[in-house]
């Protein structure tokens, strides 16, 4: 792949449609009782729906954040849709550096593994990162970076990874507030 080619590709003009932010995600797990109660006590979503087996084969649960009807869908996975197939992550934005902060301390105290937490790459977002009960690669976000009305995202000389939440915080990117009074 060729990164360069790859960042000239735009959106085609006369598009009749535009994208205003990901909606929601379906995903295929293991145990729906068990990832509900997961979404729920652990990371506070609330549920909108809940179908049983007579309205579908295996019943769905539909969790949400905000107003939307649904953030996320569970769905009972099968032999034919492995849980964790086509997924990479799913994140979740916050509203400031410290609700960061008390995600970590909060997934901590309910023993969930965190397997990063700190400041990755293009994006410069502060986040943390962990696994739900089926293993899918979740991320809890904030201050990801905007792109303004020229079009451009922050040079990559200007990224700044860091290792930690605290390491971020110590040294943040140009732009990016990280004091938590």
């Known amino acids: ?15 009749p449609f535009q994208i205003n932010k990901i909606g929601h ?7 729906l009782e068990r990832s509900a109660k997961f979404y729920t006590q652990i990371l506070g979503f609330r ?27 569970l769905f009972p996975a099968t032999d034919a849709q492995l849980a964790n197939a086509g997924l990479h992550h799913l994140a979740f934005e ?36 962990f696994r739900d009960p089926d293993g899918h690669h979740l991320e809890i976000y904030w201050n990801i970076d905007q792109i303004g ?5 922050r040079p990559a000389e ?14 943040p990117v140009n732009g990016q507030d990280t004091s938590l009074s």
């Open 149 to 153: 009305t020229n079009q451009h995202a």
């Open 47 to 73: 549920v909108s729906d809940a179908y049983g087996d007579t309205m579908m084969p295996g019943g769905v649960v539909f969790l949400r954040c905000n107003a939307d009807h649904h953030g996320v869908a």
């Open 25 to 31: 995600i379906a995903l295929h797990v293991r145990d």
């Open 94 to 129: 916050v509203s400031t550096l410290q609700e960061v902060l008390q995600a970590r301390d909060h997934l901590r105290r309910h023993d969930v593994p965190i397997e990063f937490d700190g400041r990755r790459r293009a994006g410069c977002q502060i986040a943390v990162e």
């Open 1 to 15: 792949m060729d990164p360069d080619k790859i960042k000239e590709l735009n959106r085609p003009k006369g598009l």
């Open 158 to 171: 200007e990224w700044k990874g860091a290792t930690s939440i605290e390491a971020a915080i110590a040294d």
